[in-house]
C-alpha cells in the first residue's frame, strides 16, 4: 500500500505549521490527521509524515512511540 497525503490533506498539514515558530511541534498533529486518515500510525506512516515534515524519522518515530 502506498501512503499519500491528498492535497486538502497537505492545506491542513501547512495550517498547522504555521501555529507554530518552528516544525518540530507540528508532528503531533500531523501524527493525528495521519491516524485519522490511515487507522494507524505504522512505521510506513510515520516515515511520510517524517517526510512531509521534513524531519528525522527517527524524531516522528520518537513522537509516535511516547
Known sequence: MTYEFNE????????IKSRFPEVKPAT???LWLAQEKFG???PEVQKLVAQTLDLPEAHVHGVAEF
Do not use: N, S
Open 8 to 15: 486538502e490533506e497537505l492545506e491542513q498539514i501547512e495550517k
Open 28 to 30: 503531533l498533529p500531523v
Open 40 to 42: 494507524h500510525v505504522k
